[in-house]
């Protein structure tokens, strides 16, 4: 893409109504710009970057054997009623009447109905077990949105359901899910830590917000550093092998957000050089929920003894959207952004030093070229800017490689290189630049 | 994705509600479910499709040099006081208050907030031409939504926005739109035909629709047969040249909706044999609307002598959701759909005809293995369910290929490979049915 035909309406000063430095990078980069209070509409820059996350969240989901659909935005209020929350949820529902003054809603999560199409065609263990999955806009009309898409009210949200004939069933579905998260955490550059969470009236041990450290976080969490340098499940788990040995590990080593945090048992546990505590950010959250839908709503499924039984469920949610924000979060410096490479927008930043000069207006096409047509995604800053003012932008908006080329590195052959995140640059001939950026 | 682990809600009977054939087809194949009137799910089956489709229509407006964004469901409603909309539109607007009693609404279209993003960041004609598109769920209350996923309440859309500094640049934006559009619907295995539509207020030859050729479509039009035949513009085409030379070729020849036809010129202008009356289903529509919006936002550009005026737009609409719908419509039979291998959900059905022989079995895995390893997404029918139903499930479905593989054709070194829309089929060794699949 050359900057000159793209839509990259960068801030000159940074905006006063950001409190957190991702705000304020996401506006003053121009990849969000809000529409209406904790509502955004996501320019170019942050709509390639919001793909791909959402796509790293799509891949791991399929690889954990979930199956994606899409429900609408719009639901029913009747639906609700059903479960009883109707009422129950209070004012962050957004309440619709439509012309016939049918009561209903911008969906702020999606039990109800998930809950209502298993119900409607699945009646037996043996379409078990079951995880479907979306993503989608949901809506949440929270009092004071802030922090930008961090805490928007119209967010993405990728929320699995599973579906299981008993909770033993159901243990195996979270434990996919729990491994599916490390591995999407993991490959948007996160380092992120399963903690215990609250798990409601239900009890038990199956909820985990999975959080990630990060100066700005809205909450304080505690770990064993171990944690910290845990491997991470590779490509080639087997998602239908028992994963409990893989979740056992991460939950074996003390982590606890500030609500189930014990201070005597952290200093037991944990030796003082290995003890963090520090901030945290949520990016993800898995819950067995046992029958708290299925029971009001019918969903029952026959056992192999004939018995019907409500099914056994479990929610898994990530939000894109929040995502983008707590990875600018855990990944910048004073310059800018420092995109990890499997979400960056372009995959390369191609400055021209001179737009007009003869000699590096063609060596630069003839870059974008040969990286374009080796399938590397380049934003060309083909514009007339001066350098630097080119390169405070390319800082800015932290592309994971620059390539500088100007007349008088041109006339000694060489180009130069720099890495985002290292600062490291060198200079080298065009076609080793081609080589390392597209090999 | 083996049958036994995916989730593909057929219904054995045809549902009494649907009057066209593709939501009957789509509600039978359980690629959607009705959420509400008016509002779907869409589940695997059909979400993959969606997709695709979606896909198709991305890429051809990426080519075309639109560039992506996306808007938020949610608008204020002072965004539509500013261009007087809010009080002209009708009760198709889902109007909406919050819980601090602002007026807000789903929006319906996207003029007014794509106005607004513009008019903030761009001041020059030098950053036109600019063309910006989303892919985003709208809502249009309609009295009686109808027909499926054809006239839904919650529908997805493409639409995107041109702007120019003069009707001569919206003139060779209009014609970029065109282009992509009749590349658009031909990869989607539609014979689009594009036909003059109302200008409104505006006037000027600026304005068409995209119709298909469907019995069962919504209304009257009159085309010269000719126009079936005529090439559409290849993926080498230049955008940056002159496309008015495609583009009159279009339009030359005689194509009219009932609002527009003129009997006597038809008769005229078309030799008996050539002409063509039938029935279309809008698939899109293209038109320019200069400074409609621009002039009440204010939107405003300076050219090159300095002097400001509001800048000139177009809106480009196509609609995924009713997309595949048509698909369906344009190509069905008696046993059910049939796909173009652009956008169907599968490439390929495996039939295991005897799950449980163990050679059978074994021969299917192996194809499995294969196929799939070859970048093919097949659909594996492991199911206990019994051939015919099998058969009559593939046919339902309609992937482009059936792969069939039984006892008695293993034992003869044989499988038998059914293409979908012809009908032929043929029998061959697994080795060749596999290169003749991966190829």
Chains 1, 2 share one sequence.
Request: net charge negative; aromatic share 8%.
């Amino acid at each position: 893409m050359r900057l000159s035909r793209y839509f990259l309406p960068i801030l000159k000063e940074t905006p006063k109504e950001a409190d957190i430095v991702s705000h304020r990078l996401m506006l003053r980069t121009g990849m969000i710009r809000q529409e209406a209070a904790g509502i955004y509409a996501w320019l170019p820059l942050g709509y390639k970057v919001l793909k791909k996350v959402e796509q790293v969240v799509r891949e791991e989901q399929n690889r954990a054997g979930a199956i994606e659909v899409l429900m609408p935005t719009i639901q029913s209020a009747d639906l609700w009623r059903e479960s009883g929350r109707y009422d129950d949820y209070g004012k962050e529902m957004l309440r619709i009447k439509d012309r016939h003054e049918r009561d209903m809603l911008f969906g702020p999560t999606n039990e109800e109905m998930i809950t209502e199409i298993f119900r409607a065609s699945v009646r037996s263990y043996r379409d078990l077990p079951l995880n479907l999955y979306h993503i989608q806009w949901k809506f949440r009309d929270e009092v004071r949105p802030r922090f930008g898409v961090m805490r928007s009210r119209e967010f993405l949200m990728k929320d699995a359901y599973s579906f299981d004939l008993d909770q033993a069933g159901a243990r195996v579905s979270y434990n996919k899910m729990f491994v599916a998260y490390l591995r999407t955490f993991a490959r948007l550059g996160l380092k992120a830590i399963p903690m215990a969470a609250d798990s409601g009236p239900i009890g038990g041990d199956m909820s985990h917000e999975f959080i990630i450290l990060a100066k700005t976080g809205e909450s304080e969490v505690f770990c064993d550093k171990e944690l910290l340098d845990l491997p991470i499940p590779g490509e080639d788990t087997d998602f239908e092998a028992d994963l409990s040995p893989i979740v056992s590990r991460w939950l074996e080593s003390y982590a606890a957000t500030d609500e189930k945090h014990d201070a005597a048992r952290f200093e037991a546990e944990v030796p003082a050089d290995r003890r963090i505590s520090a901030r945290g950010i949520e990016v993800g959250h898995i819950f067995y929920f046992g029958t708290k839908y299925s029971a009001p709503m019918k969903a029952v499924v026959a056992g192999p003894d004939g018995s019907e039984n409500p099914v056994h469920m479990g929610s898994y949610g990530i939000g894109p959207t929040r995502l983008v924000a707590a990875i600018i979060e855990a990944s910048h410096d004073d310059a800018g952004i420092i995109w990890p490479e499997s979400v960056a927008p372009f995959d390369v930043g191609l400055i021209n030093l001179k737009s007009g000069d003869a000699a590096t207006d063609a060596a630069c096409e003839d870059l974008y070229a040969k990286l374009t047509g080796a399938g590397r995604d380049v934003l060309y800053d083909d514009t007339g800017e001066r350098a630097g003012s080119k390169f405070a932008t390319a800082e800015l908006i932290g592309l994971p490689w620059q390539l500088i080329v100007g007349p008088k590195g041109l006339a000694a052959g060489e180009v130069e290189l720099k890495n985002r995140a290292t600062g490291e640059r060198r200079s080298l001939s065009a076609d080793s630049a081609v080589s390392k950026l597209a090999g």
